[in-house]
Nanobody, 127 residues
């Protein structure tokens, strides 16, 4: 089992920055694929970005490309989502997710691909 805990959300003005953290415990997650998703009220959970556990390659949704960056510190069992140039439409609850690449059977952008989820952290961007 892997437990994930997000932190770092909050209220920020448009154009500002936030860094979300996702701390993992329970197992060494160094080789897990890690994803970030978000969900705004009344909308489906949306892919934000992910990082391959084996290659470190990151992939982002077009809506955040060039503004958001995923990184990880395996020594701290933590994954980060750096969010810059925030827009009001980035307002949502942000979730981190993890899956062992051995067991991932769905595309990386699908929430169904991930087996472990954090509780989410609220990000609100004011205009």
């Amino acid at each position: 089992q892997v437990q994930l805990v997000e932190s770092g959300g909050g209220l920020v003005q448009a154009g500002g920055s936030l860094r979300l953290s996702c701390a993992a415990s329970g197992r060494t997650f160094a080789h897990y694929d890690m994803g970030w998703f978000r969900q705004a009220p009344g909308k489906e959970r949306e892919f934000v970005g992910c990082m391959s556990g084996s290659t470190g390659i990151t992939t982002y949704a077009d809506s955040v490309k060039g503004r958001f960056t995923i990184s990880r510190d395996n020594a701290k069992n933590t994954v980060y989502l750096q969010m810059n140039s925030l827009k009001p439409e980035d307002t949502a609850v942000y979730y981190c997710a993890a899956v062992s690449p051995i067991f991932r059977s769905k595309p990386y952008y699908s929430p169904d691909a991930y087996h472990y989820w954090g509780q989410g952290t609220q990000v609100t961007v004011s205009s």
